[in-house]
């Protein structure tokens, strides 16, 4: 229970992008080239940065490099990956598409990044 509440946040985020990627899409009549790879790219820069967030408190907390980067970058890429080998092997509706797994793990990455410049930048002002 303690992680439910620690993550309650990321967890919900989780569950959004599950509904997501799982729902049948819906038609739309225009669409912008790649509009779809932007969503993923979006999708799972805020899942990391949340992640990120909720993992050391909001930054009020010092937590372990180890931990920061298995919660908020590994977990979302492996999560990522998991996506997209069961839209292609459990759905009929769905496809698991290798540029889908680049725009999230390059979202990902910026997640992290931007999460990591931040707890930088409060630590070094003394605010952790």
């Avoid at 990321?10 to 739309?28: K, M, R």
């Avoid at 930054?59 to 997209?84: A, D, R």
């Amino acid at each position: 229970m303690i992680v439910l509440k620690k993550y309650r946040i990321s967890f919900l985020l989780i569950i959004l992008i599950l509904i997501l990627c799982f729902i049948d899409p819906p038609e739309v009549p225009v669409r912008p080239a790649d509009f779809d790879k932007w969503v993923h790219f979006l999708m799972f820069l805020g899942l990391s940065g949340v992640i990120f967030f909720d993992g050391s408190f909001h930054l009020k907390q010092k937590v372990s490099g180890w931990s920061v980067f298995g919660g908020s970058f590994l977990f979302p890429v492996v999560f990522s990956g998991g996506i997209e080998i069961a839209q292609e092997h459990l759905t009929a509706t769905r496809s698991g598409d290798w540029r889908d797994f680049l725009f999230d793990v390059i979202g990902v990455c910026c997640g992290y990044l931007v999460g990591w410049l931040i707890n930088r930048k409060l630590k070094i002002n003394n605010v952790c």
